[in-house]
């Protein structure tokens, strides 16, 4: 029983690398389309808030495996054939950075116009007061959000099962099948349930950092 | 030398006309009150002063150069404190002071520190060095938004309402340190509605109302002796607030 369990867990480590892939590359750019989708957003340029707005209600409007289904399954037929794992990356990057497009504007703006007049006055440029006043404090109120969204990502993450994705949740479902055992199940829910523990603590900690002021 | 020279500036928010064509001049070394009652145009003067408003007509120049012309560069000769402080509340006091010497002067960071620690000796805040804004008092936040104003050596500071948003107990520490740059002789314009330092410190008063400055005169003058029934009227009203708030 104990090898079996041990046996399985490496088996299924093994395929929580896909996921471990998957998270960091969505965890990355999706924050970058994040912060330049929000920075557009508020930039009062009516053609690109438009372009933002379609952007978000579309990709934060609709299911995510839909989205997956769409970039896998839908794009050959106009041609264009991915392999899974960029398809699963491009979708999972344009539908978080969708939400990550709404947290951060939402986030921005609700600094106060205060700090843009104290930084003008100061004779700071644009980019200087978004890097180190607005940004910085913007920061500090997505957090919550954030760690929501990062939780959601692990667990999103097992939809690229459904294409053929060799992900933590493939590896699970592939030992059920071939042992007939519902251990595989119960292991993958462990690993999962750690994942995100070790994510939210990193962000408990994160919000601790920024609790020194306010 | 004339610091501040306003031409017949008109400045709208939509349909409501908020300048009405200003004119007037500021010599260096002086400190002007802007007095008048709440809608009358005194905060818009100011922010149009700095180009936080930009104006609709009329011509500003500042220490001789036309802001048209100069662009930024003629705000850059102003300081700012706000009635709401606009401490940045992520950067320690230390840090709100030499932030913008440093990134937009180029300063070096322990030069811009030194003159900082300098100037919260003078504002009389050496122990909050290390503080954040939401660990100070609102007169404390206030000193240390004058400091963080001064620390980019204005030849003009600007002061919208600095002590209306403080409890009543606070405001004397600020208009302390209000008092003592007027000795200094840095050129200063204050939006206030504390008459009695209006009184006591400025060179000039300025009346303002329905986005006119109707009244431009020694402080003297328009307190004991005010021109119109206007002015009359309003420091009756204001003054009478005071004594019963007290």
Known sequence: ???????????????????????????????????????GKISKIPLLESILSLYTWVFRGTPLLLQLFFAYYGLPVL???????PAAALTFI????????????????????????AAKVLGMNYRQTMSRIIIPQTVKRVLPATSNEAINLVK?????????????????????????????????AVFYLVISSVIVTAFRKLEEKYSVYE | MEMIKA??????????????????NVNQGEAISIIGPSGSGKSTLLRSLIGLEEINSGELYIEGISIKESGKKAYEKMGMVFQGFNLFPHKTVLENLIEAPVVVKGEKKAEAQAKA????????????????????????????AIARALAM????MLFDEPTSSLDPELVGEVLTVIRDLAEENITMLIVTHEMG????????????????????????????????ERIKSFLTKILSQTNSSH
Request: charged share 20%; net charge negative; hydrophobic share 45%.
């Open chain 1, 1 to 39: 029983m104990f090898d079996y369990i041990i046996n399985v867990s490496g088996y299924i480590l093994e395929g929580s690398i896909v996921t471990f892939q998957l998270y960091f590359v969505t965890a990355i750019f999706s924050v970058i389309v994040g912060i330049a989708g929000a920075l």
């Open chain 1, 79 to 85: 041609g264009i054939t991915l392999q899974p794992f």
């Open chain 1, 94 to 117: 344009i539908n978080y950075g969708a939400y990550f497009t709404e947290i951060f504007r939402g986030g921005i703006e609700s600094i106060d116009e205060g700090q843009y007049e």
């Open chain 1, 156 to 188: 999103d993450s097992a939809l690229v099962a459904v294409i053929g994705l060799g992900d933590l949740l493939r590896a699970a479902k592939v030992a059920v099948t071939r042992d007939f055992s519902i251990i595989p199940f119960i292991i993958a």
């Open chain 2, 7 to 24: 031409k017949n500036i008109y400045k709208s928010f939509g349909e409501l006309e908020v300048l009405s064509g200003v004119s007037f």
């Open chain 2, 117 to 144: 620690e300098e100037l919260l000796k003078k504002v009389g805040l050496s122990d909050k060095v290390d503080s954040y804004p939401a660990q100070l008092s609102g007169g404390q936040k206030q000193r240390v």
């Open chain 2, 153 to 156: 050596e204005p030849d003009i």
């Open chain 2, 197 to 228: 330092f209006a009184r006591d410190v400025s060179d000039r008063v300025f009346f303002m109302d329905h986005g006119k400055i109707i009244s431009d005169t020694v402080p003297e003058k328009i307190f004991v002796n005010p021109e119109s």
